[in-house]
């Protein structure tokens, strides 16, 4: 049963500090999109990658959120500081380029930062 | 620039009714339309989606119906059971790019038996 994975479910952590979120995709996919959910913004993409290589990450605050793909079987996405408004659950999802349009989220990561 | 608007917000249905939520989007060259449920917890799943290139949809008791003139796409429920209570979200590629997706505020569905 292919899925997406994430790491760690539920973060909480302390203003200032470094988070960081991994992701597995499903095996065979080749693009990966990183997506925020907030009860005021509703589902927003952040970045994604294919083949590794960043496409677009016009959705992503650039001075503390960083997201990178150092193999074909893990992305992260780091925030660092991280602050109170980055409380969110940020979801993966990932896709097969050139094959079809679906997209495959997985379960989330429940970041709360106090 | 790109946006999606889904109505209504909340719906309440009896078990067995029907349910309709629609979705409104302003990127003419958007070309995939996707339909997604969130239980309580969980990560978005794809339930069923459509193609510009086609106007209407069905799998079991869902079907999908896309109007590209008018911009608007329509998620119908048949007979609907409370394991169909959760939030459902439209989304539209935003300007003809695979992948990138621009998301509906969702809709709350409730079905109580």
């Known amino acids: 049963d292919a899925r997406v994975t994430q790491t760690p479910r539920h973060k909480v952590t302390e203003m200032g500090q470094e988070v960081t979120m991994r992701c597995q995709p499903i095996l065979g996919h080749n693009t990966v999109f990183w997506y925020r959910q907030t009860m005021m913004q509703g589902l927003e993409l952040l970045a994604y990658f294919r083949n590794r290589a960043p496409l677009d990450d016009s959705g992503m605050p650039k001075d503390r959120f960083s997201a990178e793909m150092p193999d074909a079987t893990l992305a992260t996405l780091k925030i660092q500081p991280s602050e109170p408004r980055d409380s969110a659950v940020y979801f993966c999802?990932?896709?097969?380029?050139?094959?079809?349009?679906?997209?495959?989220f997985g379960p989330g990561t429940r970041l709360t930062v106090t | 620039g790109e946006n999606v608007e889904q109505h209504p917000s909340t719906l309440s249905v009896q078990e067995g009714d029907s349910a309709v939520i629609k979705c409104t989007y302003s990127?003419?060259?958007?070309?995939?339309f996707p339909w997604y449920k969130q239980e309580l917890g969980k990560g978005p799943q794809l339930i069923i989606d459509?193609?510009?290139?086609?106007g209407e949809k069905k799998d079991q008791r869902i079907a999908v119906t896309l109007n590209k003139t008018a911009k608007h796409f329509s998620l119908h429920i048949t007979e609907t059971q409370p394991e169909d209570s959760a939030v459902y979200f439209c989304?539209?590629?935003?300007?003809?790019?695979?992948?990138?997706?621009?998301f509906g505020a969702g809709t709350q569905v409730v079905v109580t038996p």
């Open positions: 999802a990932s896709g097969l380029y050139g094959t079809d349009y679906e997209q495959y």
């Open positions: 459509i193609r510009s290139n086609v």
């Open positions: 990127d003419s060259a958007s070309n995939y």
């Open positions: 989304a539209a590629t935003m300007g003809g790019s695979w992948g990138k997706l621009q």
